[in-house]
């Protein structure tokens, strides 16, 4: 069974730069927790603060209720794989996963089984013989992943562990850690900057910016919900502007290129003010231009075809940019480049940030 982790106020200065500056964490035990955010965010700090592997300035931490900040990073009980692997160089990859193993005094023939399962779920049951030297980046990631996985600790750390791997296999691999993660109900702490990884694996997803917790939630929350500015553009395609609120006969609108759009009254929104506002390309729907007065009149100017949705870029005038609209495969069968059409969008799709 997983561990609890908490932390609670995490700050970490290097030279003037605050890394980490005031992050609270809890992950409950066997959640899959994902820290997202762009390079420099603060995210690996955050994992090697909670490793041990760096000392807070500030902030405590706890595992299962036993606060560790003071603990080594070997007593605190953790498995983890950080972007370097530091395998055991002497050792062939059967052997550092069998050393996990051996660790937890497993008999012999429980070891054998456990590191062949093990090697079959890294998709490395050819190299078991190869030393580290001898294995690539990639490879020597997934016997790491491995090696990790085997001695399931109650709390897993891993720092961009599929970084290294080719689309593919990352995909498999994924899907694999999730399921024995889910399998064993360990908790992990997963580091990423990849929006699209941390949505499919996680249970929650912290986003960071700046050395700082900007939202937590869900995929799903983030995806519908992003409370932020920050978190809407950082998480799946966006099309956002910034623009002003005006009131038309009693309903708030904004300025779209030339174009006005209603939106949904479900903020303080002082016509005049200056806002971000911002729809997902999903969300738009093409009308019939005769009866859309209150749609974005544009011309088709690419038609990226994507498997099952398919992607206009549609120039509206008086915009800067073109706008995105996704539509079914199907639906866009018969569209062209060049073509006019109405994008209309629900008003209550359309989210405002101040
Ligand atoms: P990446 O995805 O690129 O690894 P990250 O979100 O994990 O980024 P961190 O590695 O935690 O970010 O770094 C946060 C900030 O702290 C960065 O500005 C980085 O330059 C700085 N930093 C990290 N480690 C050190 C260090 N040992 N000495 C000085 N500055 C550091």
């Not at 890394?19 to 992950?27: K, W």
């Not at 059967?94 to 062949?116: D, G, M, Q, S, T």
């Amino acid at each position: 069974m997983g561990a609890r982790l908490q932390a609670v106020g995490l700050e970490k200065e290097y030279g003037a730069a605050m890394a980490v500056d005031g992050v609270d964490l809890d992950a409950r035990p066997g959640e899959f927790v994902s820290l997202l955010g762009p390079s420099g965010c603060g995210k690996t700090t955050s994992l090697r603060l909670i490793a041990g592997l760096e000392r807070p300035d500030a902030g405590r931490i706890t595992i299962d209720g036993r606060d560790v900040t003071d603990v080594p990073p070997q007593r605190r009980g953790l498995g983890m794989v950080f972007q370097q692997y530091a395998l055991f160089p002497n050792l062939n990859a059967y052997e550092n996963i069998a050393f996990a193993l051996r660790v937890r005094r497993l008999p012999k023939a429980e070891v054998e089984r456990r590191v062949a399962e093990l090697l079959a779920v890294v998709h490395l049951e050819d190299a078991a013989g190869r030393y580290p030297h001898q294995l690539s980046g990639g490879m020597q990631q997934r016997v790491a992943l491995a090696r990790a996985l085997a001695a399931e600790p109650p709390l897993l750390l891993l720092d961009e562990p599929l970084s290294a791997l080719d689309a593919a296999i990352r995909d498999e691999l994924r899907t694999e850690l999730r399921r024995l993660q889910r399998a064993l109900e360990l908790t992990v702490i997963y580091v990423t900057h990849d929006q699209a990884e941390a949505m499919a694996i996680s249970d929650r997803i912290v986003v960071m910016e700046r050395g700082k917790v900007n939202q937590v939630g869900s995929p799903q929350e983030l995806y519908d919900r992003p409370a932020t500015r920050f978190a809407a553009g950082f998480i799946g395609a966006s099309n956002r502007r910034l623009t002003t609120v005006e009131l038309v006969a009693g309903h708030p609108t904004i300025r779209w290129g030339d174009a006005r759009l209603p939106i949904a009254r479900n903020g303080p929104l002082p016509p005049g003010s200056t806002v971000m506002a911002a729809w997902r390309p999903e969300a738009a729907t093409l009308t019939d231009a005769g009866n859309a007065a209150s749609a974005l009149h544009g011309r088709i100017e690419l038609i990226t075809f994507l498997g099952p949705i398919t992607r206009l870029d549609v120039r509206v005038p008086g915009d800067d940019e073109p706008v995105l609209v996704d539509l079914v495969s199907t639906a866009a069968a018969h569209l062209q480049t060049g073509q006019s059409v109405a994008v209309s969008i629900p008003p209550d799709a359309i989210r405002i940030y101040a």
